[in-house]
């Protein structure tokens, strides 16, 4: 079998990520808006109701809002996601061939994670700023993606673009090395003996789901202060996701931090496990139509 190269990490993590926006945008609308509304006037009263309210007041499209953003960061973001995992496990290697352990494929996941975070702040910044927008009943201030960037530069600068970077590593290092630990764990424990580098859609979409729903187990609290983070009105955190943290505790107690667990749960299976068979596909392909890429 041709050896896997970063190129191909790059192409295959890209097509990854854009079967995982296509399959899991909707569920990710429901937890950002559960996750900022309103304590005291909220909106839904769960998972169930906020996709209800948003269909009859914004049709099937509204479950999509802002899904421009997330396909033009995501797409990007998993191809340097998947690069940056394969060059965190050549890292470890002595030969191409040799199994990593478990820990170093969470090494690995995380380095990941640190790579991702370039691209993925300021998504999810516009991101969570174009969900947020769309379900309050007050005046939409932003056109769409390229309108947030151009507004929050205006503002304050690249700064506020990248508002959320460190909440962003403190959510994506180990939820990353989560990730990728499991998945490759839960795939190699599936297959049997000496096939575990055959391609089986059934076990990747078992391992990439898997991985997907262990990877937000770690990612949700994190996630929760990122989001209040990145969607507050300037100057209400000042010192950043510590602020946010304290707020949370003091207002609302830690029960607080795991909202819009549900949808989460809900979207990570089957947007993870698109991901990574789009990934395995594609490097399939690659591997028969490039095999010297
Ligand atoms: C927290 C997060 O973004 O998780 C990604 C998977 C998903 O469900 O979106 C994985 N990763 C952290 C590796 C980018």
Not at 27 to 52: E, F, H, M
Not at 199 to 207: D, F, W
Not at 230 to 248: C, H, K, L
Not at 282 to 291: D, E, G, R, S
Request: proline share 7%; with cysteine; charged share 15%.
């Amino acid at each position: 079998m041709p050896a896997v190269s970063p190129a191909k990490d790059f192409l295959a993590g890209g097509f990854g990520g854009m079967c995982l926006v296509a399959s899991g945008h909707p569920l990710d609308t429901i937890k950002v808006r559960l996750q900022t509304q309103s304590k005291t006037q909220p909106l839904y009263n769960g998972t169930w109701d906020c996709a209800v309210k948003t269909v009859r007041a914004e049709g099937f499209t509204g479950l999509y809002k802002g899904m421009a953003a997330p396909l033009m960061g995501v797409t990007p973001m998993f191809a340097v996601c998947f690069l940056g995992f394969g060059i965190g496990k050549r890292l470890q290697q002595k030969s191409p061939d040799e199994k990593l352990t478990a820990v170093q494929l969470f090494n690995a996941g995380m380095l990941s994670g640190v790579f991702t975070t370039a691209i993925m702040a300021p998504g999810e910044r516009i991101k969570c700023l174009l969900q947020v927008q769309q379900a309050s009943s007050g005046p939409q201030v932003y056109k769409g993606p390229i309108d947030v960037v151009k507004q929050l530069y205006r503002a304050g600068g690249i700064a506020s673009i990248y508002k959320g970077t460190c909440a962003t590593l403190l959510r994506d290092v180990p939820a990353s090395g989560m990730y990728f630990m499991s998945y490759e764990w839960i795939k190699a424990s599936m297959a049997p003996p000496g096939q575990e580098a055959q391609l089986s859609p059934l076990r990747t979409v078992v391992a990439g789901g898997l991985a997907g729903m262990l990877n937000w187990c770690v990612a949700i609290a994190p996630d929760v202060l990122k989001s209040r983070l990145q969607t507050a009105p300037e100057g209400t955190y000042p010192n950043g996701i510590r602020s946010v943290f304290m707020d949370i505790m003091k207002k609302e107690g830690p029960s607080a931090l795991f909202r819009g667990l549900t949808p989460v749960m809900i979207r990570a299976f089957p947007a993870n496990a698109a991901c990574f068979l789009g990934y395995e596909v594609a490097i399939k392909f690659l591997n028969k139509v490039a095999p010297n890429l």
